[in-house]
């Protein structure tokens, strides 16, 4: 069983900065991949980045590309979102998930765990 605790979210402008941490407790952290997913009013839930392990490949949606870099610190049982020159349309409640795989998933059915999400605003 693996916990996942969000945190770092808040209200930001238009180009702004913030990061996001993931806190996972439980059972090998540091076998499994991570990913962090968003999800606005009225729409699904959309993939953002994911890494994977042991490697640290990770893979971005397009529209985060350039701005958004995932990281983890296996040591502290953490993930990291940084997300650079935020937008409006990055607004929207962000989840971490995890899954025991070596692959990189980045659809959500992929994921067994969930934390509870943090909520990102960015005013324009």
């Known amino acids: 069983q693996v916990q996942l605790v969000e945190s770092g979210g808040g209200l930001v402008q238009a180009g702004d900065s913030l990061r996001l941490s993931c806190a996972a407790s439980?059972?090998?952290?540091?076998?499994?991949?991570m990913g962090w997913f968003r999800q606005a009013p009225g729409k699904e839930r959309e993939f953002v980045a994911a890494?994977?392990?042991?490697?640290?490949?990770?893979k971005y949606t397009d529209s985060v590309k350039g701005r958004f870099t995932i990281s983890r610190d296996n040591a502290k049982n953490t993930v990291y979102l940084q997300m650079n020159s935020l937008k409006p349309e990055d607004t929207a409640v962000y989840y971490c998930?995890?899954?025991?795989?070596?692959?990189?998933?980045?659809?959500?059915?992929?994921?067994?765990?969930w934390g509870q999400g943090t909520q990102v605003t960015v005013s324009a």
């Open positions: 998930a995890a899954e025991q795989t070596m692959t990189i998933p980045f659809t959500p059915d992929r994921y067994t765990y």
């Open positions: 439980g059972r090998t952290f540091s076998t499994r991949a």
């Open positions: 890494i994977s392990w042991p490697y640290g490949f990770t």
